[in-house]
């Protein structure tokens, strides 16, 4: 089963974009769960999911066990960190760059890919920043040297705060998963700068977790025999919430931070910002950047017509 799409369409009219609009088409996968056994159900989501599936098999066990009352299931943390990582990666090295006119680390990429399963994950990935994304001094939190790729692509860019890691709040997942609402609440940067500058941020907080062999984030909570659970992946965050009735699941939820960022083109527009473009070609560039900010899990197509 394909993991959806998504398609984004505007005008251009007189130096702006207006009339944006982001479809998102996902597979009805939550009703296929309905009246199966919840081992099932964790053997199928990696087939749903190929992007980020360590994150969903971690929320879901953790929503299954919440749903059943019982303790937190034991985990491995290291996989998590290592796909948050790949993800993280595989922006930063090989899209960024790219979405910016710059030449893409490829070879780099690879040569760590080929390493993150090995027992010197930390030491591959330290000497990947220092040596090509952030430059000698990465492990001081210093800024980006203006050789290295994020130094390259923060001087494309702009300066720029970055924006705030999201924070799990299960209680509130709980809740939504309950009433059912239309949206929730979503954090979005406030432009492709900031976006790019809290993936960068947010890769050296991998780092430095896989370093020190620091627990993944994952937190649950329940009520009567429905249980939620909320984790972090690469884009943000992923919530899990499924209610149990003799053994069988009867209802469930997924929240993936391509479901909240594409629910509608809010974020897409906030992203975008209001300043007029010279050009059609400079604003389909700064509309695929802000695309590129939000990060959809899915392939997505680009229309944008000049009117």
């Known amino acids: 089963m394909k993991a959806g799409r998504l398609k984004v369409t505007g005008r251009f009219v007189d130096g702006y974009v207006t009339g944006l609009s982001a479809c998102l ?100 990935t330290e000497g990947l920043f220092a040596e090509i994304l952030i430059g000698p001094h990465s492990d001081r939190g210093a800024p980006p040297s203006p050789d290295s790729i994020a130094g390259r692509c923060l001087a494309r860019l702009g300066a720029a705060p970055a924006s705030p ?14 009433d059912k609402p239309s949206a929730t609440v979503t954090l979005t940067p406030p432009s492709a700068a900031a976006a ?13 977790a896989l370093r020190q062999a620091a627990p993944y984030p994952v937190a649950a909570r329940a009520q009567a025999s429905f249980g939620a659970a909320q984790t972090l992946t690469a884009r943000g965050l ?20 391509t479901d909240a960022h594409f629910a509608d083109a809010g974020c897409l527009t906030r992203v975008l910002g209001a300043a007029p473009f010279a050009d059609p070609a400079a604003a389909r ?16 197509e680009l229309e944008l017509t000049d009117a």
């Open 25 to 124: 088409e996902r597979p009805p996968a939550t009703r296929l769960f309905i009246g199966q056994p919840p081992e099932r159900v964790l053997a199928t989501l990696p087939l749903i999911f190929s992007l980020c599936g360590q994150a969903h098999a971690l929320a879901a066990r953790h929503a299954l066990a919440a749903a059943r009352g019982e303790a937190p299931p034991a985990m491995d943390a290291r996989p998590l960190w290592a796909e948050s990582l790949h993800e993280r990666l595989w922006r930063l090295l090989l899209d960024w760059p790219v979405a910016l006119g710059l030449a893409p680390a490829t070879d780099a990429f690879r040569r760590w890919r080929a390493a993150r399963t090995g027992a010197d994950l930390a030491a591959a």
């Open 165 to 178: 890691p999201p924070i799990l709040d299960a209680d509130a997942w709980l809740a939504a998963c309950l």
């Open 196 to 208: 790019y500058q809290a993936l960068l941020a947010a890769a050296r907080r991998d780092l430095d």
């Open 238 to 257: 992923l919530g899990h919430g499924m209610r149990l009735e003799c053994g069988l699941i009867r209802d469930y939820h997924i929240r993936a931070p």
């Open 285 to 300: 560039r700064a509309l695929a950047l802000a695309i590129l900010a939000l990060d959809p899990c899915v392939p997505h």
